[in-house]
């Protein structure tokens, strides 16, 4: 790492970065000095070395948030502007390196995290930045009051004339999941920085890297000692400690939803404000007078994406029965032999490995439960590819000069019930359920039939339908025609089982802060000595 005061340089080989955690504006080993290895899911080689932190490391991250809380809760909105715009700045400077990390880290592929990712964080905090400058919008209001007590005996007409504030919260934890990591940090932590509060971060033990990196643009930024503190380690030894800390006032989530519901119960017992964004098993309605070439191919993108592990990915796609064969004719054709999985260095690949083999352990198990369910399960690559040296029977593919990475083929599967825990439980991987349906009625039902709610596409040319179906789906945001286009300035989150918060714009912002009435007595009379 070099830091001269001419020029701010990230590493840019794996062999220079010793990841260690960012307390009260230093770098220090965890006080257990333990470590453990993170590997890169492409080659299920060893990258680099991650520290087990502990309660001891959550309590010394914890009290220098709450120190440095002091004073940046006091600082002015303009002052937060201006290091959300220079961590921008730095983000965009060195989106390279953080890429490149990104992808060997996480396993997806260079060109997404070059393309999309990275860039996606830096306007992120452009964004705060802007939302910021216009503030938040406070509610006023002067009401005329029956009477003021003086004395117990004595009371008085008066008027109170009312306005709330957004006072900053205090110490925030945020918890962030490993298929988005940068992007997953950047949301939580832009809106943090210009509420006021300070925060700990406890990033993914699976892809820690890049938050390891991202604390020296930090500091290169000019953000105080003690306001943002990383802490790495596992959910259970840093995680929970975190979230159980007696000086911390609020908790942002994003993960599975089981562990959503421990942190939740352990928050909320005490009376913690708790925001969390959980899992997702979005569908797609497909009717017979969309653009089908159009709904196909964002259908492919909707679940193939990433992957696959992302929140929002469309896993149940129900496609009405006239245009069902043709659907699925269309979905194998543009991606056999299109959609390339393997190297994530490759710029012609589309997905790459997944993060973790006990992730692949995962997703291949929903994929032998819908064969051993009778139903069809089809992996959608080219037999003949000669990078392709062998393609298992659970969907685990062996890719050449790539033997040991954790890559699972695309993944089609029709003929499955509905009630079946394949089509009902998030996967978090490359693999979609397409089913057929005959009425409208009958799609909004399915697409209503489970426990989650976070996103849901409709496919149609028809704009009544459209209005029609999207007013009926429980999910948080709906789109229709299209796929993924989140806008940062509208509320995101779900209903049900896809959790309990709402991020994004003036949202993410009243996560971090407390909302406050002041109201003053103005007296219609003077008052006497």
Not at 155 to 175: F, K, L, N
Not at 388 to 416: H, M, Q
Not at 463 to 490: K, Y
Request: charged share 20%; with cysteine.
């Amino acid at each position: 790492m070099t830091n001269t005061d001419s020029q701010f340089s990230l590493p840019s080989n794996i062999k220079d970065i010793a990841v260690k955690n960012f307390i009260n504006g230093q770098w220090v080993a965890p006080t257990t000095d333990q470590y453990f290895a993170t590997v890169c899911p492409a080659t299920g080689q060893e990258l680099t070395s991650i520290p087990d932190s502990d309660q001891t490391d959550i309590n010394n991250a914890v009290q220098a948030a709450k120190t440095a809380f002091k004073s940046w809760s006091k600082t002015t909105v303009d002052q937060r502007v201006s290091i959300l715009m220079r961590i921008s700045e730095l983000i965009k400077e060195h989106a390279p390196v953080l890429a490149r990390f990104e992808s060997l880290d996480q396993g997806k592929t260079l060109g997404l995290a070059t393309r999309h990712e990275i860039p996606c964080c830096a306007h992120i905090f452009q964004v705060f930045a802007d939302i910021a400058s216009k503030g938040f919008v406070e509610a006023k209001g002067t009401i005329p009051f029956g009477s003021s007590p003086m004395e117990i005996t004595d009371m008085m007409p008066c008027t109170v004339d009312s306005v709330t504030q957004h006072v900053p919260a205090g110490v925030a934890a945020i918890i962030t999941p490993w298929n988005v990591p940068l992007v997953m940090i950047s949301q939580k932590l832009a809106p943090c920085i210009v509420a006021g509060s300070t925060c700990v971060i406890k990033p993914t033990e699976l892809c820690s890297i890049t938050a390891y990196l991202f604390t020296h643009i930090l500091k290169e930024a000019g953000v105080p000692d003690g306001v943002v503190n990383f802490v790495f380690g596992t959910g259970e030894k840093a995680g929970e400690p975190l979230v159980r800390h007696k000086d911390v006032r609020v908790v942002s989530f994003t993960g599975g939803t089981k562990t959503g519901g421990r942190i939740g119960a352990v928050a909320g017992a005490m009376n913690k404000r708790v925001y969390m964004e959980l899992g997702g098993k979005s569908p797609s309605l497909v009717f017979d007078d969309c653009d089908l070439h159009h709904a196909v191919a964002t259908g492919i993108r909707s679940i193939y994406h990433n992957q696959g592990e992302i929140c929002m990915a469309a896993s149940r796609h129900y496609v009405q029965r006239s245009i069902y064969q043709r659907y699925l004719e269309l979905f194998r054709q543009k991606t056999i032999g299109k959609l390339k999985v393997g190297n994530p260095e490759d710029p012609t690949t589309y997905f790459g490995a997944l993060a973790s083999q006990t992730h692949v352990e995962k997703v291949t198990s929903y994929i032998r439960k819908a064969q051993q369910q009778g139903a069809t399960v089809e992996f959608l690559v080219d037999p003949n590819d000669p990078e392709i040296i062998k393609v298992s029977s659970d969907g685990r593919l062996t890719i050449k000069g790539f033997e040991n990475g954790f890559f699972v083929a695309p993944t089609l599967i029709t003929n499955i019930r509905q009630d079946s825990e394949v089509v009902q439980e998030e996967i978090f991987g490359p693999v979609v359920c397409v089913m057929p349906f005959d009425t409208e009625e009958e799609a909004v039902e399915l697409a209503n039939d489970t426990v989650y709610g976070l996103a849901a596409s409709v496919w149609s040319l028809d704009q009544q339908r459209l209005d029609r179906v999207m007013q009926q789906i429980n999910a948080g945001t709906v789109w229709s025609n299209t796929w993924f286009a989140i806008n940062f300035a509208m509320p995101f989150g779900g209903f049900g089982s896809s959790g309990n918060a709402r991020e994004f714009g003036l949202w993410s912002m009243e996560m971090f802060s407390e909302l406050k009435t002041i109201s003053h007595n103005r007296y219609n009379r003077p008052v006497l000595d």
